[in-house]
């Protein structure tokens, strides 16, 4: 692993995605023994963290990390999608980690959606944080667009956690998880840039060439407010961990 020189936040180049979800996978670890096992974790969906989900999958297996403890807030989820859709962050945290290791059923938060008082169900959620003693350790992804959580270009860094519109592009990507893209859905709830901000480490993860684009431009570019990633320019703990692929335009 290498860091990449004269980026706006620490950026590291990887040889493979394994070798970033296993230095993640030891961060989480290390984090474990030392809070004795009581961590609150933020989880991201996508196609980026399923590699680390496996690598923690298997050393719960290999009885290396107890989750029994853990508290864990997912990022964002789609408003209006039946419950059990396959598409849904619910299901996917389901597939890929929960049913898989014993993080208790109490401990999982995942945004509200369907609340009557959406407002008030979201201000609750972020309460919740709080009571948990906030996130100790974040995962996210990275949209093409730049976007983080569902935290679209535009969004406000002080933004909390509320409902949202998709851009057309987000729900263009996403469409690979849906039969068509008319079944993504226009809408979801996210934490808010400021939420994220709130953690105390973020760890991010970009793999491949459709995130090379957007990668140039915040991290050769100027500081530009209107795409979310720039809000980790203001975070005192935060890494981005990318591959030769989404490295490939920074010159
Ligand atoms: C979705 C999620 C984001 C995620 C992004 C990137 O839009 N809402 O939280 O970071 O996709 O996904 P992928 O990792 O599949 O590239």
């Not at 972020?126 to 535009?154: C, S, Y």
């Not at 039969?179 to 901000?197: F, H, K, N, R």
């Not at 991010?204 to 209107?226: H, I, N, P, W």
Request: aromatic fraction near 6%.
């Amino acid at each position: 692993m290498q860091r990449i020189p004269d980026t706006p936040f620490p950026t590291f180049l990887v040889e493979t995605q394994e070798s970033a979800n296993a230095l993640l996978a030891d961060e989480i670890t290390a984090l474990l023994k030392e809070r004795s096992g009581r961590l609150v974790l933020g989880l991201a969906t996508g196609s980026s963290p399923i590699g680390l989900y496996a690598e923690l999958v298997r050393r719960f297996e290999e009885d290396r990390v107890d989750l029994s403890l853990v508290q864990t807030f997912n990022l964002d989820e789609y408003r209006s999608l039946p419950a059990g859709h396959p598409a849904s962050y619910r299901t996917f945290m389901m597939e890929h980690l929960f049913s898989k290791t014993t993080v208790g059923p109490r401990h999982i938060h995942l945004p509200p959606t369907e609340a009557e008082d959406l407002d008030a169900a979201c201000a609750a959620w972020e309460e919740t944080i709080r009571a948990a003693g906030g996130i100790d350790w974040q995962l996210l992804g990275v949209g093409r667009n730049g976007h983080i959580g569902f935290n679209e270009p535009g969004s406000p860094f002080d933004s909390r956690t509320r409902r949202v519109e998709l851009a057309e592009s987000t729900r263009a990507a996403n469409a690979r998880f849906f039969d068509s893209q008319d079944e993504v859905p226009m809408e979801a709830v996210t934490m808010g840039i400021g939420t994220i901000l709130d953690a105390r480490r973020l760890r991010v993860l970009a793999f491949g060439e459709t995130k090379a684009e957007v990668l140039a431009t915040v991290l050769r570019g100027e500081d530009d407010s209107s795409i979310p990633l720039n809000a980790l320019r203001g975070h005192p703990d935060a890494a981005l961990y990318i591959d030769a692929a989404a490295a490939a335009r920074l010159g």
